[in-house]
Structure formats: C-alpha cells, structure tokens
C-alpha cells in the first residue's frame, strides 16, 4: 500500500469517460429546434431524492443507465455539458447491500461517506422504473460531447457535404 492510502481512504475509482453524438446530450429549449437527447432526457436526480423514481433509462453497452448530474457550458450552446449517469442493475442480482436515498443522507457521517464512496454518491441507491426495483451502480460514467467534422472551407451551400473517405 502508498503511503497515504489506508483501507478507510481508497484512491478514487477512474471514470470512464465517453464522447458520445452530442444529439444525445441535447436539451429542449423554449423557442428552439433542439430536441432532448436521450441521455439528457434519463437526467432525474431531483426526483430520485424525492420519491426513488426515474424516467426512462437510455442503452449504452448492451445495460441501462440513469443520468444523475449535468455539468458544464453546453446549456449556452459551446457544447461542454458533461452528463454523468450510473449503469442500473436488477435489485436481485446487485452483489452489494442496497439502500435509498434516505438511507444515504439521513444520518451526517453516512452522507459524508456516500460524498466520499470511491463508487459515487449514487452506487447501491435503489430506484424504481416501470414498476420494477433496481439498483444504480458506480463508478458514474461521464459523456461528452464528441466533435463532429466540420464543413471544408471551400465548400459552397447549405447542405451536407460528403467527405472524402481516403
């Protein structure tokens, strides 16, 4: 073991980070073309906190996942959001001992240590979807926008551009 890491104080868990077509982090806005993505559209940590209730978990890598944070400059259009979303699991088959919200939170040192859970806030929390009991899993993944081609300087018009595959 380092010198400075003791079993009460694990390393961080590295977060995967992913850059996915920004149309899946996009969000509706008042008076705009822009539709909701489907990542951003899973975003429901308010109400997870309230009521353990989640919207509709969006597919990455053959699971399902819950976007439990937006961070970022995106929302100005500069596309910088970073969505972070844990991976949901069956209540049955979660290896861990799962709790809720409340159960996270109500008492001050179990809210530090699910601050601190090198896993995420979020890990063992248990929601509901469409009836059914599952279990958020960390570490969260974090999505980013990936950058798209951009149009040739010399190409002329409003459409697409086909671009040159060699």
């Given at each position: 073991m380092q010198s400075g890491q003791d079993k009460a104080n694990p390393p961080p868990t590295e977060r995967e980070t992913f850059a996915v077509n920004p149309a899946r982090l996009a969000w509706r806005a008042a008076g705009r073309q822009i539709c909701e993505g489907d990542i951003h559209a899973s975003y429901r940590a308010d109400v997870i906190a309230m009521s353990g209730r989640v919207r509709k978990p969006f597919n990455?890598?053959?699971g399902l996942c819950i976007c439990?944070?937006?961070s970022g400059s995106g929302l100005t259009g500069g596309g910088m959001d970073e969505h972070e979303a844990y991976r949901i699991?069956?209540?049955e088959v979660f290896a861990g001992t799962p709790t809720s919200y409340h159960g996270k939170t109500a008492r001050a040192e179990a809210a530090e240590a699910a601050r601190n859970d090198p896993n995420g806030f979020y890990h063992g929390m248990t929601i509901k979807h469409g009836g059914k009991s599952f279990v958020l899993c960390g570490p969260p993944i974090k999505?980013?926008?990936e950058a798209l081609p951009e149009r040739?300087?010399?190409a002329k018009g409003e459409g697409?551009?086909?671009?040159s595959l060699f």
């Amino acid at each position: 073991m380092q010198s400075g890491q003791d079993k009460a104080n694990p390393p961080p868990t590295e977060r995967e980070t992913f850059a996915v077509n920004p149309a899946r982090l996009a969000w509706r806005a008042a008076g705009r073309q822009i539709c909701e993505g489907d990542i951003h559209a899973s975003y429901r940590a308010d109400v997870i906190a309230m009521s353990g209730r989640v919207r509709k978990p969006f597919n990455w890598k053959g699971g399902l996942c819950i976007c439990t944070g937006i961070s970022g400059s995106g929302l100005t259009g500069g596309g910088m959001d970073e969505h972070e979303a844990y991976r949901i699991v069956a209540a049955e088959v979660f290896a861990g001992t799962p709790t809720s919200y409340h159960g996270k939170t109500a008492r001050a040192e179990a809210a530090e240590a699910a601050r601190n859970d090198p896993n995420g806030f979020y890990h063992g929390m248990t929601i509901k979807h469409g009836g059914k009991s599952f279990v958020l899993c960390g570490p969260p993944i974090k999505f980013v926008a990936e950058a798209l081609p951009e149009r040739p300087e010399n190409a002329k018009g409003e459409g697409p551009v086909q671009l040159s595959l060699f």
